[in-house]
Structures are given as C-alpha cells and as structure tokens.
C-alpha cells in the first residue's frame, strides 16, 4: 500500500476534494483539525478513522505543498 492508498478523489464524492477513502472526511477537515489543536485521538474518534489514515492526509497535503511553486508578493518584505 502506497501513502496515498488511503485517499480518494472522485468527482461524486465531496465534489472531487480528496477524502480519506471510504468515508466522506475530506483531508482538508484532517489537517484543519489537528491545526486547530485536536490530537490525533480526538480525530480518530470524532471522524472515526485511523491514525494511518491521519497521517495519510499529512502526507498528502505536505506532497501537494512541496508540489506548488510560490513566489513573494510584490511590495512583500
């Protein structure tokens, strides 16, 4: 099973956001969460995954970030 086995994308789930597979539970509810101070537990329990399926989504987001190219804003310091 590769890191990204446990998510999903289909256009009629959620509205093509990934998900974790299986379940309606976007990634972006995962990362949301736990940045927002939930601990994995409290995750597993309100959402009923895994803590595979948590660390799923981590490493999905973190490969879609490393994926994009950013570029300062004029007038940024």
Do not use: W
């Not at 956001?17 to 299986?22: K, L, T």
Request: hydrophobic letters at 45%; a negative charge.
């Amino acid at each position: 099973m590769t890191k990204h086995d446990r998510i999903s994308i289909d256009a009629q789930v959620c509205h093509g956001r990934p998900v974790i597979r299986g379940t309606r539970v976007p990634v972006a509810i995962v990362v949301g969460s736990l940045a927002g101070g939930m601990s994995f537990e409290d995750i597993e329990a309100e959402y009923s995954l895994t803590r595979q399926d948590i660390l799923a989504a981590l490493a999905f987001a973190g490969d879609l970030v490393n994926e994009e190219s950013f570029h300062p804003l004029p007038g940024a310091a």
